[in-house]
């Protein structure tokens, strides 16, 4: 059973910076593509961040966050930097095959987090 475990999120001021950790167990990170979402209240998941042997990155948080993942902690990350109070949401991480780019849809990732709130005031 492969579990996924987020930490880091937190209140930051606009123009902050956050760090994000998805623990991962069950399997290790390498086998796996992982993605990072967001949900805002009264919107729906939305793809932020993915990486398999390559990245992806939605438009609004190109220069700002990175993804990247760490096979000897068996864990993926999320580094938030110039946050925006746009960026306040519920984050999750996410593990599934990897398919060659990093998938950007909900339904193509099988394991999820419990998700970690962000919250950027202005």
């Known amino acids: 059973q492969v579990q996924l475990v987020e930490s880091g999120g937190g209140l930051v001021q606009a123009g902050g910076s956050l760090r994000l950790s998805c623990a991962v167990s069950?399997?290790?990170?390498?086998?796996?593509?992982m993605g990072w979402f967001r949900q805002a209240p009264g919107n729906e998941r939305e793809f932020v961040a993915g990486i398999t042997w390559f990245t992806s990155y939605t438009d609004s948080v190109k220069g700002r966050f990175t993804i990247s993942r760490d096979t000897a902690n068996n864990a993926g990350y999320l580094q938030m930097n110039n946050l925006k109070p746009e960026d306040t949401a519920v984050y999750f991480c996410?593990?599934?095959?990897?398919?060659?780019?990093?998938?950007?849809?909900?339904?193509?990732?099988?394991?999820w987090g419990q998700g970690t709130q962000v919250t950027v005031s202005s």
């Open positions: 069950g399997r290790t990170v390498s086998g796996y593509a």
């Open positions: 996410a593990a599934g095959p990897i398919l060659g780019a990093p998938a950007q849809k909900t339904n193509e990732y099988d394991y």
